[in-house]
C-alpha cells in the first residue's frame, strides 16, 4: 500500500516537472525550472541550529545565540551559492552514437554558461541510473561536450528518459537539481550473435562471374595486415619500403550473389534471426564482400562499403517484429 502511494506521488509529481520542462533539443536552466532543498546534511544543520538556538535564549548565552546566528548566515548564503551554481546554463543535445543491443549508448551533449563563471561539481544522469551519474565542471566561457551512456537493452528506436541534473556545491548541506525531458531518440542494432551461416548464395541471373569472393587465386589489392593473416601473404616489399604491414588479398569471380536471407536463417525466433543476419552482415563487412539483404518488408541489393553497412544494419534495427 505504501510502495503504491509512493510510485503515485513520484508519477505527480514528475507530472508537474514535465508541465514546466517540456520535451526538447535543448534547455535553458532558470529559477523557473531548477528546485533547491536541504540534503540531509543540510536537516542536520538546521536541527543543530534549532537546538543552538532554544539554548541561548533559555540561558540567555549571548555567544551561544551569536553561533546559532552565523550558522543561520551560512545556510542562507549557501542556498543563493548553489542555486547560482545551476543557473543560467545551456544544455544542447548534439547527436548520439549507434550502438548494438546490450551495449551502451551515449547520449552526446554540450553544456555551457553565457556568465564568465565556473559551474563546479556538477552532476548528470539519466532517472533510474544514479549510479551511473557523470561528475563534471564547466569553465566559463567554455563549451563542454559531454557523453551521458545508458544501457541499450532492445533493438530499435530508443528514447532516453529524464535526465537529472544537480549540485551539493559548495558545502553539500543543499541540493539544486532539475528533471530535463528530451525530444532525442538513438537508433539500437540487434545483438550479432554468432551463429551457423545461413545458405546466403544465389546464382545470378546473367552468371557473367562479376561477383569477387575472398580466397581464390586472382591477386585482387592489399590491405592492412590483420592479426591471423598468413606469412606468406605479407607484401613484404612494402614493408621493406617502410610502407607499413600489408596483407596481400587474392579473390575469385563468381557468378553468384551473396544474400542474407530471413527466411533462410537456421535459427527459431525473429529477434534470434536478426541477431545472427546482423553477426554475418559485420563479418562480411569486414570482410568486404559484396551481400544483399532480405528481410520481411525490405530488400537491399547487394553491395560493400560503409554506407550499405549503415543502410543493412538500420534495416535490421527497424524490422518490424
Partial sequence: MNNRMTEVFRERIFMWVDRKNRPSNGHHLTRKNLFIFPSVSGFFLVMVIAVLWLLGTNYQNNLILALAFLLTSIFVVCILHTHRNLSDIRIEYAGSTPTFAGDEVEFIFVLNTRLKKTVENLEVGWQGGYDRVVNIDIVGGDALKVKIPQPATLRGWQSPGRLLIQSYFPLGILRCWTWLSWDVRALIYPEPVASPIPAMSQVDADGDGLHPIPGG????????????????????????????????????????????????????????KLSALCYWALQLSQNDEDFGLKIPGKTIAPGRGENHRRQVLEALAMCES
Fill in 217 to 272: 587465386e586472382d591477386y585482387s589489392g592489399v590491405r592492412h595486415y590483420r592479426a591471423g593473416d598468413s606469412l606468406k601473404h605479407i607484401a613484404w616489399k612494402a614493408y621493406a619500403q617502410g610502407k607499413g604491414l600489408y596483407s596481400k588479398e587474392f579473390s575469385q569471380n563468381t557468378s553468384k550473389e551473396l544474400w542474407l536471407d530471413f527466411y533462410e536463417v537456421p535459427v527459431s525466433g525473429i529477434e534470434a
